[in-house]
């Protein structure tokens, strides 16, 4: 998770709108047993200080449409298909941003990138606000419009 992982959340901040306090994180944690050691991997989102989105913490329950298999994490885990989330989002043209359906998103994570996205202005984001009922996304684009409204004052 290292290099490749700080060139990936590079490349996702530059996407990031001026100003918003939004952090993608990523970390293993180290865990000995008797069976010996893995990693425990863990991706999340805060926003400021609030932490908006956590994997895997947030996928445990056992109605959620992409439960963790907890009977196989940490070995089996989705880190690998987030990880290529993030990179497909990033690579999506800036005309495709709002139209294109990302089948491989079973967390959540798009429209919450897509509300932190300078590529996407504010004129768009009540567009995004009405076609999203993610709670993660909702608080970005609330923070956002906030944010210039403070600063148009």
């Known amino acids: ?11 996702f901040y530059l996407l990031r709108a001026d100003g918003l306090d939004l952090q993608l994180h990523c970390r293993a944690y180290r865990m ?3 069976m010996g050691s893995t990693d425990i991997p863990r991706y999340w989102i805060t926003l400021g ?22 009977k196989w994490y940490p070995y089996g885990n989705d880190v690998p298909d987030i990880s290529n989330l993030i990179r497909e989002y990033i690579d999506t043209p800036k005309d495709e941003l ?3 359906n990302f089948q491989n998103d079973h967390w959540g994570l798009i429209n919450i990138f897509r509300a932190s996205d300078k590529r996407i202005g504010l004129r768009r984001l009540p567009e995004l606000k009405r076609k999203t009922k993610n709670r993660a996304a ?16």
């Open 32 to 34: 000995d047993s008797q």
């Open 49 to 70: 200080k609030e932490i908006i989105w956590d994997y895997p913490r947030d996928f445990i329950e056992k109605n959620h449409p992409k439960r963790v298999n907890t």
């Open 138 to 153: 909702l608080k970005v684009i609330e923070t956002r419009l906030e944010s210039t409204k403070s600063s148009s004052r």
């Open 98 to 100: 709002m139209s294109k």
């Open 1 to 11: 998770m290292g290099r490749p992982w700080s060139k990936l959340q590079k490349e």
